[in-house]
């Protein structure tokens, strides 16, 4: 299974773009991305996957390089709200019960 | 959205006892339903996955005998850590799928569940 790296934590300012990367140079062409947050304490909260095409949905955009080794989620205008634990996640397209987590972004907002 | 709930959110209990933790799908009929377990300051870990019917499939290095996993039914998995210990406290998670989701395939957490073993 592909394994993902993600920086430990990073700090926005509130209303500002929030641009978080991740590795998968190990990913193969028929793993999907996908990224969950997790606030302090709570159950993780699914944002957005995809596989090779960019990504928007009502919460973020997610952006994948052409060679699939990385991506960024992007949070257009982040609020306090948003502080939470991101996580990037690969999935095998044929093996969907296995969600591997790795050790994940905690994104700090400030006012 | 689907929902899934767990209770209790919290139990404390003695060295030595059983706990039983239950999952919900409220909305849906979950035929997979997952269960994690994260230590503090941790990402979660997969401990096993739980198919409505039959026998739960557990990851490597799990005690499939000492965290007994039931799904009798679509909508209801229970955890049950047995002769609980210190070392078992942690912030255990259920999820499931929801098989209305497609291609998406994404799993629907719960709330968690926080186990204290005193």
């Known amino acids: 299974d592909a394994k993902t790296t993600q920086p430990p934590s990073m700090d926005c300012a509130e209303g500002r773009a929030a641009n978080l990367p991740c590795n998968h140079s190990?990913?193969?062409?028929?793993?999907?991305v996908y990224w969950y947050r997790q606030i302090h304490s709570q159950g993780p909260q699914y944002i957005i996957h995809g596989l090779k095409n960019n990504e928007t949905n009502e919460m973020a955009s997610l952006i994948i390089t052409e060679d699939r080794k990385s991506s960024t989620l992007i949070l257009p205008h982040a609020t306090l709200r948003d502080t939470a634990v991101y996580y990037c996640i690969v999935r095998p397209l044929y093996n969907f019960n296995k969600f591997y987590f790795g050790s994940g972004t905690k994104l700090n907002v400030k006012p | 959205g689907a929902v899934v709930s767990q209770h209790p959110s919290r139990v404390i209990c003695k060295s030595g006892t059983s706990v039983k933790i239950e999952c919900r799908s409220l909305d849906f009929q979950a035929t997979t339903m997952f269960w994690y377990r994260q230590f503090p300051k941790q990402s979660l870990m997969l401990m096993a996955t739980?198919?409505?019917?039959?026998?739960?499939?557990?990851e490597q290095g799990v005690e499939k005998d000492k965290f007994l996993i039931n799904h009798a039914s679509l909508t209801l998995s229970t955890l049950t850590v047995t002769s609980a210990h210190p070392e078992d406290s942690s912030f255990y998670i259920c999820s499931a799928r929801d098989p209305r989701a497609g291609g998406r395939y994404e799993q629907f957490f719960g709330p968690g569940t926080r186990l204290t073993v005193l």
């Open positions: 190990t990913i193969s062409g028929n793993e999907y």
């Open positions: 739980s198919n409505e019917g039959s026998k739960a499939t557990y």
